[in-house]
């Protein structure tokens, strides 16, 4: 028994040895971990340095997108605020003048817009006033608000009721849209209401 007993102690005692031995790691056991970790952080830092680009180029993409639905979304407002008095005449692009619509962005009440693609690289803009004419004089006030650049095509037809419009910018996918219900205010005739003569009252002498 006794023996069994030193025989556990020397065993225990042996393990424990290994074991203070063995605690501490090796140079080369180090080496080889700062190596891996070097290997594990560089693709870290390229997966979060691609993960960052996407993003950016994501953000571009959205605030891009979004500059373009709120131009559409004026100029579909114009038009469907508008006492449907439109005048289009075509040439290159075509040049759309509303007489009067309530959406204003200048806080007027009623305002004529009209949209025009300029030859410096081909701008489409926006040009809100009261009682202006195109070109616009000097002494004319207006405010002009350049909505996009490079416009391959901007295009309106207006028959009857409806109005389909197209807008085509540079390496952008095209934009359509169609409203209905836009057309001009029936004129009211005033009936001349006829009053009859006045009767002479004549007296027998």
């Not at 891009?64 to 289009?88: E, F, H, M, R, W």
């Not at 109005?163 to 836009?182: A, D, H, R, S, W």
Request: charged share 30%; hydrophobic share 40%; glycine share 2%.
């Amino acid at each position: 028994m006794k023996k069994q007993f030193v025989l556990e102690l020397w065993t225990d005692k042996m393990f424990y040895l290994e074991y203070k031995k063995r605690k501490a790691f090796t140079l080369i056991e180090v080496l080889i971990s700062i190596g891996l970790l070097g290997i594990v952080l560089v693709a870290l830092f390229s997966t979060v340095k691609t993960m960052r680009d996407s993003n950016k180029h994501l953000h571009q993409y959205l605030q891009k997108s979004k500059k373009i639905t709120k131009s559409t979304k004026i100029l579909y407002l114009d038009i469907a605020n508008s006492d449907g008095n439109l005048t289009v005449e075509k040439d290159e692009f075509s040049q759309l003048c509303i007489e009067q619509t309530k959406n204003s962005l200048y806080g007027l009440s009623m305002a004529k817009v009209c949209w025009v693609v300029l030859k410096e690289n081909n701008t489409l803009v926006r040009i809100e006033g009261n009682n202006y004419s195109l070109p616009t004089r000097i002494e004319e006030k207006v405010e002009v608000n350049k909505i996009m650049k490079h416009i391959e095509l901007f295009d309106l037809y207006h028959q009857k009721d409806k109005v389909l419009v197209f807008i085509k910018q540079k390496n952008e996918k095209p934009i359509t849209f169609m409203l209905q219900g836009i057309s001009k205010p029936e004129l009211k005739i005033k009936k001349k209401v006829s009053i009859p003569p006045k009767k002479k009252i004549t007296t027998e002498k």
